[in-house]
């Protein structure tokens, strides 16, 4: 078993989870097997019951785990599919210790964070390192150092490296390397602060990623390698990139990956490095022939991360058809006090992603009815898709339609609680979680997408189409092309004599990877680039004049 820890000093948001991500694509370039782990400090034990304004996006994974948004840049870089066993949260850790003590399992000792909690992380990144069948597994430690929360992790890090031995693990450290006053100097100091509270703890980092604006100069990665104790070699470069996806070859630039090769012993190894594919994805995405624009309505448009999946899923589409997908971020309330023309003005595209409770409704409503009548390009997900189906009931087929989420006294509950989902009282993992199988007809813009009759993809949601509306709302133009559980459960949307009127169900931002774009994505972005120059599928159906450059 080999472990790359990673970990994060001075500030967070400083590219930890893509650090690990890039070095998980180019061990594997090299042939290598490759897992990954996120420890995340928080007390809750899963990121399912968190809010999108304080901690991003909650990433589903195929066995229904609720988890950090980090776990969606691992799978997308490494094409991999993890488990809820890959997120280990400190709410998890203490669960278990505190019930294993409920039993008696410790025998009557003092339960203790040293050794009781420490092993009991040890126990976990040991058991998902394993199970995985890797060649490594990366294991990034949320926060910072410093931090009270993340101590338990990186004392359990720190002894698991010495149980394992030096040859199986290595420390990777990601600090701020900043420009201070108007000569541009960049300085060390933080970075100097940040390796000496980590080896304070008993941590000897073995590379030295620094965070910086402009590539490090050599002064300043020999003056780092003084102070930090790291060979010049092991200090890396890391400045801002184009794209997330260029990081990889920056690093492999750097020797990052012979260095962690190497040391670890890893192997045997193909002859080689095998980025071909991925360098060719990385130039579409940095040199796009065209751009369009989608406009994203949603109820948590402050945070960018709320909705990552979906931009990565833009970026994936985007290249495989040659433009920049430009994602313009309006809060769905805002179409209740202005026209949707006028807020959708330069939009070639309208995405309304998914999203919880009342707030904002009306205006997703307003702009999915707007994208109807006037034939834009329209994907909605989760939400969206019920949103979409109550447009359509209330505006097409003519009901008082409502979803019992936002009135349970609707005359008409279009959208409804699911028959499993009644008497749940807890809100933690009780939803309807991960991959489920989806059939698609055959006469429909989602099998050409899909190019198959039955798919899967991953959910996240409590109330669904209620099936007593299906023949009014079919009648009405929303055909119900994709289904699941023996047809009961309407999972994709289209409209009939709309260009791209489509929604689903299920979140297919979640399995979007580099080079195979989540087919409803794609579809939107073909749609919206015909929509924009007039030309590829749909070409001649509401062609916007005078768009064409």
């Not at 390009?377 to 989420?405: K, M, N, W, Y």
């Not at 949307?493 to 990877?513: C, D, I, K, N, T």
């Given at each position: 078993?080999?472990?790359i820890f990673v970990t994060?000093?001075?500030?967070?948001?400083?590219?930890?989870?893509?650090?690990?991500?890039?070095?998980?694509?180019?061990?594997?370039?090299?042939?290598?097997?490759?897992?990954?782990?996120?420890?995340?400090?928080?007390?809750?034990?899963?990121?399912?019951?968190?809010?999108?304004?304080?901690?991003?996006?909650?990433?589903?994974?195929?066995?229904?785990?609720?988890?950090?948004?980090?776990?969606?840049?691992?799978?997308?870089?490494?094409?991999?599919?993890?488990?809820?066993?890959?997120?280990?949260?400190?709410?998890?850790?203490?669960?278990?210790?505190?019930?294993?003590?409920?039993?008696?399992?410790?025998?009557?000792?003092?339960?203790?964070?040293?050794?009781?909690?420490?092993?009991?992380?040890?126990?976990?990144?040991?058991?998902?390192?394993?199970?995985?069948?890797?060649?490594?597994?990366?294991?990034?430690?949320?926060?910072?150092?410093?931090?009270?929360?993340?101590?338990?992790?990186?004392?359990?890090?720190?002894?698991?490296?010495?149980?394992?031995?030096?040859?199986?693990?290595?420390?990777?450290?990601?600090?701020?390397?900043?420009?201070?006053?108007?000569?541009?100097?960049?300085?060390?100091?933080?970075?100097?602060?940040?390796?000496?509270?980590?080896?304070?703890?008993?941590?000897?980092?073995?590379?030295?990623?620094?965070?910086?604006?402009?590539?490090?100069?050599?002064?300043?990665?020999?003056?780092?390698?003084?102070?930090?104790?790291?060979?010049?070699?092991?200090?890396?470069?890391?400045?801002?990139?184009?794209?997330?996806?260029?990081?990889?070859?920056?690093?492999?630039?750097?020797?990052?990956?012979?260095?962690?090769?190497?040391?670890?012993?890893?192997?045997?190894?193909?002859?080689?490095s095998d980025m071909t594919?991925?360098?060719?994805?990385?130039?579409?995405?940095?040199?796009?022939?065209?751009?369009?624009?989608?406009?994203?309505?949603?109820?948590?448009?402050?945070?960018?991360?709320?909705?990552?999946?979906?931009?990565?899923?833009?970026?994936?589409?985007?290249?495989?058809?040659?433009?920049?997908?430009?994602?313009?971020?309006?809060?769905?309330?805002?179409?209740?006090?202005?026209?949707?023309?006028?807020?959708?003005?330069?939009?070639?595209?309208?995405?309304?992603?998914g999203g919880f409770g009342?707030?904002?409704?009306?205006?997703?409503?307003?702009?999915?009815?707007?994208?109807?009548?006037?034939?834009?390009?329209?994907?909605?997900?989760?939400?969206?898709?019920?949103?979409?189906?109550?447009?359509?009931?209330?505006?097409?087929?003519?009901?008082?339609?409502?979803?019992?989420?936002?009135?349970?006294?609707?005359?008409?509950?279009?959208?409804?609680?699911?028959?499993?989902?009644?008497?749940?009282?807890?809100?933690?993992?009780?939803?309807?979680?991960?991959?489920?199988?989806?059939?698609?007809?055959?006469?429909?813009?989602?099998?050409?997408?899909?190019?198959?009759?039955?798919?899967?993809?991953?959910?996240?949601?409590?109330?669904?189409?209620?099936?007593?509306?299906?023949?009014?709302?079919?009648?009405?133009?929303?055909?119900?092309?994709?289904?699941?559980?023996?047809?009961?459960?309407?999972?994709?949307?289209?409209?009939?004599?709309?260009?791209?009127?489509?929604?689903?169900?299920?979140?297919?931002?979640?399995?979007?990877?580099?080079?195979?774009?989540?087919?409803?994505?794609?579809?939107?972005?073909?749609?919206?680039?015909?929509?924009?120059?007039?030309?590829?599928?749909?070409?001649?159906?509401?062609?916007?004049?005078?768009?064409?450059?």
């Amino acid at each position: 078993m080999k472990l790359i820890f990673v970990t994060g000093g001075v500030i967070s948001g400083l590219g930890k989870g893509i650090t690990a991500s890039s070095i998980g694509r180019l061990l594997e370039s090299r042939g290598l097997r490759v897992s990954a782990i996120k420890i995340d400090p928080y007390l809750n034990v899963d990121a399912g019951t968190m809010n999108p304004f304080e901690h991003g996006e909650v990433y589903v994974l195929d066995d229904g785990g609720e988890v950090d948004l980090d776990l969606g840049n691992y799978e997308r870089f490494m094409d991999i599919v993890l488990t809820k066993d890959h997120n280990i949260t400190t709410g998890k850790i203490y669960r278990s210790v505190i019930e294993k003590e409920r039993r008696g399992d410790y025998l009557g000792k003092t339960v203790q964070i040293v050794p009781h909690i420490t092993d009991e992380i040890k126990a976990r990144i040991t058991a998902a390192a394993r199970d995985s069948g890797a060649d490594a597994a990366i294991v990034e430690v949320g926060g910072t150092v410093g931090d009270i929360e993340s101590m338990p992790f990186l004392e359990a890090a720190r002894q698991l490296a010495r149980d394992i031995g030096r040859e199986d693990s290595l420390f990777i450290h990601t600090t701020l390397v900043p420009v201070m006053g108007p000569v541009g100097e960049q300085k060390t100091k933080p970075t100097q602060h940040s390796v000496k509270e980590l080896m304070s703890l008993g941590i000897r980092p073995d590379i030295v990623v620094g965070r910086c604006q402009e590539p490090m100069s050599e002064d300043i990665r020999r003056k780092i390698s003084m102070f930090c104790d790291v060979p010049p070699e092991a200090v890396v470069s890391a400045p801002n990139a184009a794209s997330i996806y260029e990081v990889p070859r920056i690093l492999d630039a750097q020797g990052v990956t012979d260095r962690i090769i190497g040391q670890m012993k890893l192997g045997p190894l193909t002859s080689g490095s095998d980025m071909t594919c991925w360098n060719a994805f990385v130039d579409r995405v940095i040199n796009p022939e065209r751009e369009i624009r989608v406009a994203l309505v949603g109820k948590y448009t402050a945070l960018a991360d709320s909705y990552i999946s979906h931009l990565e899923a833009f970026v994936h589409a985007g290249a495989e058809r040659g433009c920049r997908v430009r994602v313009a971020f309006i809060d769905s309330d805002e179409f209740m006090v202005h026209p949707a023309g006028e807020l959708l003005e330069g939009a070639d595209g309208v995405l309304i992603p998914g999203g919880f409770g009342t707030r904002g409704v009306g205006g997703m409503i307003e702009a999915a009815r707007y994208s109807r009548e006037n034939g834009i390009p329209f994907l909605g997900v989760c939400l969206g898709f019920q949103i979409a189906t109550l447009e359509i009931a209330r505006h097409l087929a003519g009901l008082d339609a409502d979803s019992t989420e936002f009135d349970p006294g609707c005359a008409d509950p279009v959208v409804f609680l699911m028959d499993e989902q009644k008497g749940i009282g807890g809100k933690g993992a009780s939803m309807r979680l991960g991959a489920i199988p989806v059939s698609i007809a055959r006469d429909s813009a989602a099998y050409r997408l899909y190019g198959r009759e039955e798919v899967e993809e991953r959910h996240r949601h409590r109330y669904e189409v209620n099936p007593d509306y299906i023949g009014r709302l079919e009648g009405s133009g929303w055909r119900f092309v994709g289904r699941s559980d023996s047809d009961r459960r309407m999972e994709i949307g289209e409209l009939r004599g709309h260009p791209y009127f489509v929604a689903s169900q299920f979140h297919p931002e979640f399995r979007s990877r580099p080079g195979r774009p989540s087919p409803l994505h794609l579809g939107l972005v073909e749609a919206a680039m015909a929509y924009r120059y007039g030309e590829g599928p749909g070409t001649g159906a509401f062609p916007r004049d005078g768009r064409a450059q």
